[in-house]
């Protein structure tokens, strides 16, 4: 394959690579540059992006993929892609969270191509919507990558690959693992014993991260909802560690907080997503996220109780349920 003027803004997690690996494959050529970025930093990524010469000069289409919008930012991240479409650069937006109607329209009338499919995870969304470029498409491969990269984002577990590709990339790996996976999928390779050495390693790790989640935690009910909060563990997806501590102790809601401000929510039926607007997030219904500003001595007592950046947390979040 050769290079081609076109770039890749995608999500850390499994579901921004499988969308970012099928969109290559039907491009059948590779992109100049990919970038990967979680929803709350895309605002700095576009700033940062602008920045860059090179990128401006060599660059003619960016597709974004996998990264929903919320209030905190949507007005930079508006301005930024405003001034790339000003520099003649056309933008498409694949994404499965959900959009207000006004952030779509808002972003339409910039000439921004939008495929929101909330029916299935991103990379569906890029299978379904994306513009095939190839001679010839394997749609088993494509079928197989889909159902099992969305079987596990999208937490049905409808498909045997769901586990294994949740646990193939995380949030915390590096790029060259992300690019590398990306690639590999991008060439017609769902599986390869490179993954399955990585997927099973994990398997081990999570064994005792579980040990550690159980004996930190804390539950409260607020308004007849019961939450159960811990921090996030290194070695564990959030959606695992969510499901551990929601079945251990029958919670409506799960919270899983890092000392640099990011909360992960998931519900067995409450709507967490307008509950990570109120505080500038978004997501799904029954799962989202936030970004907080956490006080400086509330991080410094975490390194001396582990439970203080929880109580925190979830004293916003109760205040927040409270007001609703």
Same mark, same amino acid.
């Given at each position: 394959?050769? $290079? $081609?003027?076109? #770039?890749?803004?995608?999500?850390?997690?499994?579901?921004?690579?499988? /969308? =970012?690996?099928?969109?290559?494959?039907?491009?059948?050529?590779?992109?100049?540059?990919?970038?990967?970025?979680?929803?709350?930093?895309?605002?700095?990524?576009?700033?940062?992006?602008?920045?860059?010469?090179?990128?401006?000069?060599?660059?003619?289409?960016?597709?974004?993929?996998?990264?929903?919008?919320?209030?905190?930012?949507?007005?930079?991240?508006?301005?930024?892609?405003?001034?790339?479409?000003?520099?003649?650069?056309?933008?498409?937006?694949?994404?499965?969270?959900?959009?207000?109607?006004?952030?779509?329209?808002? +972003?339409?009338?910039?000439? *921004?191509?939008?495929?929101?499919?909330?029916?299935?995870?991103?990379?569906?969304?890029? =299978?379904?919507? /994306?513009?095939?470029?190839?001679?010839?498409?394997?749609?088993?491969?494509?079928?197989?990558?889909?159902?099992?990269?969305?079987?596990?984002?999208?937490? &049905? +577990?409808?498909?045997?690959?769901?586990?294994?590709?949740?646990?193939?990339? @995380?949030?915390?790996?590096?790029?060259?693992?992300?690019?590398?996976?990306?690639?590999? %999928?991008?060439?017609?390779?769902?599986?390869?014993?490179?993954?399955?050495?990585?997927? *099973?390693? @994990?398997?081990?790790?999570? %064994? @005792?991260?579980? $040990?550690?989640?159980?004996?930190?935690?804390?539950?409260?009910?607020?308004?007849?909802?019961?939450?159960?909060?811990?921090?996030?563990?290194?070695?564990?997806?959030?959606? +695992?560690?969510?499901?551990?501590? #929601?079945?251990?102790?029958?919670?409506?809601?799960?919270?899983?907080?890092?000392?640099?401000?990011? %909360?992960?929510? &998931?519900?067995?039926?409450?709507?967490? @997503?307008?509950?990570?607007?109120?505080?500038?997030?978004?997501?799904?219904? &029954?799962?989202?996220?936030?970004? %907080? $500003?956490?006080?400086?001595?509330?991080?410094?007592? /975490? +390194?001396?109780?582990?439970?203080?950046? #929880?109580?925190?947390?979830? /004293?916003?979040?109760?205040?927040?349920?409270?007001?609703?």
């Amino acid at each position: 394959m050769t $290079n $081609n003027k076109y #770039m890749i803004i995608t999500h850390t997690d499994m579901d921004g690579i499988g /969308s =970012a690996a099928i969109y290559i494959y039907y491009r059948d050529t590779n992109p100049f540059k990919i970038l990967f970025t979680e929803p709350y930093l895309l605002y700095k990524t576009l700033e940062k992006l602008l920045s860059n010469k090179k990128v401006l000069d060599n660059v003619e289409e960016i597709a974004l993929m996998d990264l929903g919008l919320n209030l905190a930012t949507i007005d930079k991240i508006y301005e930024y892609i405003k001034t790339l479409i000003d520099n003649n650069i056309s933008i498409e937006w694949y994404d499965h969270h959900i959009w207000d109607i006004e952030w779509k329209k808002k +972003f339409e009338e910039l000439g *921004v191509k939008i495929y929101v499919d909330t029916s299935t995870c991103a990379t569906g969304v890029v =299978a379904k919507y /994306s513009k095939n470029m190839r001679d010839k498409v394997d749609e088993e491969f494509i079928d197989e990558v889909v159902s099992g990269i969305c079987a596990g984002d999208l937490w &049905r +577990f409808d498909h045997w690959r769901g586990p294994w590709f949740l646990r193939l990339v @995380r949030r915390r790996d590096s790029q060259e693992w992300r690019i590398y996976v990306t690639e590999k %999928i991008a060439k017609g390779t769902i599986w390869c014993e490179e993954f399955t050495n990585k997927v *099973v390693e @994990r398997f081990e790790q999570e %064994i @005792r991260a579980y $040990n550690e989640i159980r004996e930190n935690m804390i539950v409260k009910t607020i308004d007849n909802l019961k939450i159960v909060i811990t921090m996030q563990h290194p070695l564990l997806d959030n959606s +695992f560690t969510a499901a551990f501590i #929601m079945g251990r102790t029958d919670a409506d809601i799960a919270v899983i907080a890092s000392r640099d401000g990011k %909360i992960s929510l &998931r519900s067995r039926g409450y709507n967490v @997503r307008e509950l990570a607007k109120r505080f500038g997030g978004g997501g799904h219904s &029954r799962a989202a996220g936030f970004k %907080i $500003n956490t006080p400086f001595i509330i991080r410094l007592k /975490s +390194f001396f109780n582990k439970q203080a950046v #929880m109580k925190y947390v979830l /004293s916003l979040i109760e205040e927040a349920i409270i007001k609703s």
